[in-house]
């Protein structure tokens, strides 16, 4: 499993370092500089994951991590975390398989003649894991998409107790969880299933809810061991990346900069997995993933390999893919083409315009200002008066605006904080392609749009930037 949590990630480096403890005077200096750092920090930027770590825990982990470092070595420390992670298909990597817990056989619950299949539950030292998929749920009337969407996850404990998700993910029927690990002595937990917005349609349970026991690791389980990725490496040295309306030749200090590396490898029984971390020099950025359509792996002999996407650890600052069907001719090529990258906006990227008290919908007003955002500019074309049409018969619908924006091939999406002088706007939205060079971001607020003078900042924004990133590996 990837995301430990804090408490049972220091026990595991307590029992790995045994009874070597740092100077209590070393230990809150350290504490005090990564606070002091951490509140400086802006939030971090998503790429629409669906469940997200609290930005606290991270860094508890680096200050634990650093500790570990200082004291018995960086190589140690690869060597002592690999020691305790395996990895099982459906679920991911684990820590400790000698204490973790498991469901003995899936779970199937029918109601109205749709079932719920718990497939694998695991509860380690670090999290717990439920994967679970739906059978038979009502379809739409052109029978193409269920009209029930089961997104809301919790686990409800022993003590009363609820706990939220810390990751994983909901795609159509079938999720993967991710939860924090239970107490030594609880065996049991209930998943409780409902949708955050139930759709009309839906005409299936509103709510599921499964009691789940953990026990012994089963026979069906296959602990399948980890190679740690400093075992796969060749060369770690990263190009820089290069802009492809560029000319041949000019590289300026501004072009992007990223280092890609293998953390992780599993030999599966029908190819390999392959995790893997992207980090990057330009400060502006708070995310960074890799775009999976330019991802290319050539072997040795020039042979292109078949991969697809893999939802271990594909997420910021990560990547995870799966090798099919292959036997290594090594050394493997790893080759990236473009990286999203994403960030928050400041008042440096503001700007204004006047809506009158009373603006109607259709009423455009004409911008033309430009906005430089990490190095990459666009330009704000015009903003519409527009009016979200809600779904549900008798809804009020929300006004907003609707702001026409240009830029270079490598602008994917932005959208904006806005207000005006009495309040500041709550609002939701999308951003859609035009063309090639257009993008409509539409921005709607549900208490009521912003009026008169309207100041507007970027929230977040997203780029595709083109380059040339690559590095060699080996598999056993």
Known sequence: MTNPSIENLEENIRKIMQSVEPEEKFVDSLWEEISQTSLKQ??????????TKPAWNISMAVILVILFVAVIGPQNVVAAFNNLLSYIPGIGFIQD???ARY????I???KN????VIDQAVTDASNTVIAYHFENLPKNAEGEAETCFYDNNELLLSDGKTRLPIGGWVQGTTARVEFQPLAGTDKSASLYISQNMPEPDCTGPSEWVVDITFGPIPPTVTLMPVIPGDQTMISTATPQGQASSRPQGQTPPTDPIFHLSIDKAVALTDGYLITGNITWENKDWMDARIDFESLRVVDTNGNLLDLEPSPDEWKDDQFAYKIIAYKPANPLTMQVSAIYVGGMGDESTSFSFDAGEHPTIGQKWELNKEIKIAGQTIHIDSVEAVQFKPELEGQNPDEGYAFKISGSPEFQSVDFLCRDQGKAGNGYGQARKLDDSHTLVEEYFSEGRPVGGVHCMVNNYQFRLKGDWKFQYQLP
């Open 42 to 51: 802006k939030a971090p930027f998503s790429f629409g994951y669906l469940f």
């Open 97 to 99: 398989e000698n204490g």
């Open 103 to 106: 469901l003995s056989e899936p």
């Open 108 to 110: 199937i619950v029918e």
């Open 113 to 116: 003649g749709i079932k719920l």
